[in-house]
């Protein structure tokens, strides 16, 4: 397929820009393989001089069409939550711009996509990929103690499709049982090591649900693995993200979840997240409808934000965590997290017990080499979940935007303890619109099995090589910070979880006066004999239009 193939017409004349926030613009719109370009016309109405929209097409998450005698206009809803209404001269220009932006809009090569194309001069290929190699934590953890090693079972990615290459294991259960543990856990996920609690050198492990089927088959391999994972200690909880009910309906379809009578030891607890298909995915899209009606008077914004459910999926993300983080912090015991598939709240929860309990995740780099080791390899689908944001009119039972709600729980931490992360909310922003569309590789593909099928890490670009520029590091650092070696413990209450403006209102209203105070925070700090801190800061960066 050619690109050019998509595209019906690639230039009109005296098209005219509308978006919230910023003045129209009229200028000459150019559509290429991959981008939407609109330079405005030097001399044209006002003082602004030559502007311009580089829109990632990739970007467009729907386009309406409204057609007139001899003009249209096209609105595009975008991934990232901006809204854009272009006026096009022409009924035929007009359908055939709209057509060529939905074509290319829905390509669904991952070879195809924009990483695979973008060339940048100050960058090379190599650089990036290879700061946060996961199996570097897990050597540390192995070298700590002689309990668990690196196991190589899944170098050719056939004992499960969607864990890396290299996972840790206890050191006593050898290569041929973690084969026979693959075939009884769903997807073939069987208990790996995610995080190591050096206080108390308990562990965190994750998994796929155990396969019982209604007549409850055992796996003595399982049950001796998640033994070994105890390392003597009296009790591990294996925290179940679905409901009593969903694990016991599970078993009719062939899933379950561990009998306590096969699992001496380990106590299962019940702590039901929503984690793809309709209920989050349409909670998004309530969310973002409310915030985008100006005419909600006050009792029926609170009433619509509400039934949303969206603050109420955070609520229980954030406590489930802190479950997790409670049973390692306080009760010294291991844990085991898993629903049914093991890819999406499974990852939810360890990622948010480690930023709550580990002082190093809560760092810049920290935080990168988490999410690396949590979410990009650990095998969340980004491809599938990331699909569409809250626009699109095409519903896939795919999509499901998890690591949104991560991002906006990470954000809910820092508001809460603005001194302890490193990081601002332009970062966990610049996550979220690299997760849907972007010039990077970092979040292609559903598995390291298929970023390495389509060379990602040899043909694109890493998300983190640009983030760590040092021209580009200081916007999401957070002037504030201040190392905390403490657990931070959130508050769940209701009164103590916002909405996070700096998203899903950014842009709605101008952030001029936040953007003012943080600089102005920014510049007292570094004109201080302190040394730089880091969080809560760029609170209101990136809320305008680029």
């Known amino acids: 397929m050619e690109f050019s193939e998509l595209i019906k017409t690639a230039k009109v004349e005296n098209v005219l ?210 033994k070994a994972a105890l390392c003597g200690r009296a009790r591990g909880f294996v925290i179940d993200t679905r409901s009593a009910q969903a694990a016991k309906q599970a078993r009719m379809t062939g899933g379950g979840s561990e009998p306590k009578a096969a699992y001496l030891g380990w106590k299962r607890l019940h702590r039901p997240l929503e984690s793809r298909g309709r209920p989050l995915q349409e909670s998004f899209m309530k969310l973002v409808e409310a915030c985008n009606d100006p005419s909600l008077g006050m009792d029926r914004w609170l009433s619509k934000l509400e039934s949303s459910k969206w603050l109420s999926h955070v609520k229980a993300a954030l406590s489930t965590a802190c479950l997790a983080a409670q049973c390692m912090e306080r009760e010294e015991a291991c844990i085991l997290v898993h629903g049914a598939e093991g890819t999406d709240t499974t990852l939810l929860v360890t990622a948010l017990a480690q930023v709550i309990l580990d002082p190093d995740c809560r760092t810049l780099v920290g935080f990168q080499h988490l999410l690396e080791r949590e979410w990009i390899q650990a095998g969340h689908p980004f491809h599938l979940r990331c699909a569409h944001s809250a626009y699109s009119h095409a ?32 970062l966990l922003l610049a996550l979220f619109e690299n997760s849907y569309a972007s010039a990077y590789g970092t979040f292609l593909c559903n598995s390291e099995k298929e970023r390495c099928l389509c060379k990602v890490r040899e043909t694109t670009h890493s998300l ?56 102005e925070i920014q510049r007292l700090v570094e004109g201080s004999e302190l040394p730089p801190r880091t969080n809560g800061a760029a609170h209101s960066q990136q809320l305008l239009p680029h």
């Open 17 to 226: 820009l509308s978006c919230p926030g910023v003045p129209a613009i009229k200028g000459t719109l150019c559509i290429t393989s991959h981008h939407l370009l609109l330079s405005s016309q030097p001399g044209g109405e006002g003082d602004q001089g030559t502007v311009e929209l580089w829109l990632l097409i990739r970007n467009v998450d729907a386009v309406e069409k409204r057609l007139a005698s001899s003009s249209g206009t096209i609105t595009l809803k975008c991934k990232d939550l901006r809204v854009l209404q272009l006026e096009i001269p022409g009924m035929e220009e007009c359908l055939n711009i709209a057509s060529s932006i939905e074509a290319l809009s829905s390509v669904e090569s991952v070879m195809m996509m924009y990483p695979f194309f973008y060339r940048p001069q100050n960058m090379k290929l190599e650089q990036g990929w290879h700061p946060y190699p996961p199996h570097h934590y897990y050597q540390q953890v192995v070298a700590e103690t002689n309990a668990w090693r690196l196991s190589s079972v899944n170098r050719d990615f056939t004992t499960c499709p969607t864990y890396p290459s290299a996972i840790t294991v206890p050191a006593v259960v050898d290569d041929e049982a973690l084969r026979k543990i693959a075939r009884f856990r769903q997807g073939g996920r069987f208990p790996i090591l995610s995080y190591y609690h050096k206080k108390n050198q308990t562990v965190m492990l994750r998994s796929g649900q155990p396969l019982m089927g209604p007549n409850k088959k055992r796996c003595q391999e399982d049950e001796l693995l998640l």
């Open 464 to 519: 983190w090589s640009w983030l760590n520029q040092p021209n580009q590091q200081k916007k999401y650092l957070n002037p504030l910070y201040s190392y905390n070696a403490l657990v931070i413990w959130p508050s769940v209450e209701p009164p103590s979880l916002q909405l996070w403006q700096g998203l899903f209102l950014r842009w709605i209203r101008s952030s001029q006066y936040l953007d003012e105070a943080w600089t």
């Open 395 to 426: 519903r896939l039972k795919q999509e499901a935007p998890v690591f949104l709600l991560f991002l906006d729980c990470v954000g809910q931490l820092g508001r809460q303890f603005p001194f302890s992360l490193e990081f601002s909310e332009c």
